[in-house]
């Protein structure tokens, strides 16, 4: 069974960094996508940042500029470095990972940015 386990995640000031990991377990292939999502208090999930393949990306145009998606060579790990953070990226992080028709999450890692 593929398990994906994030990491990272904390409490951190307005203006600050932090470094989110996200590493899949239970599986032996390579997935096509992988990302981030969120999640703040009383709205919907929406996308963060993706990486498709090796290196094709894109971020939600709140975060473009200031976070940074990678993931490893083998494609079971991913990656978001988030920087100058702000109150308002304050949510609960998902990891998610597709291969071909099937999509999976992680248990998601809270982030919280303080003013």
């Known amino acids: 069974q593929v398990r994906l386990v994030e990491s990272g995640g904390g409490l951190v000031q307005a203006g600050g960094s932090l470094r989110l990991s996200c590493a899949a377990s239970?599986?032996?292939?390579?997935?096509?996508?992988m990302g981030w999502y969120r999640q703040a208090p009383g709205k919907e999930r929406e996308l963060v940042a993706r990486?498709?393949?090796?290196?094709?990306?894109n971020y939600a145009d709140s975060v473009k500029g200031r976070f940074s998606i990678s993931r490893d060579a083998a494609r079971k790990a991913v990656y978001l470095q988030m920087d100058t953070l702000k109150p308002e990226d304050t949510a609960v992080y998902f990891c998610?990972?597709?291969?071909?028709?099937?999509?999976?999450w992680g248990q998601g890692t809270q982030v919280t940015v303080s003013s």
């Open positions: 998610n990972a597709e291969f071909y028709s099937r999509s999976f």
């Open positions: 990486i498709e393949g090796a290196s094709s990306t």
């Open positions: 239970g599986t032996i292939f390579s997935f096509n996508s």
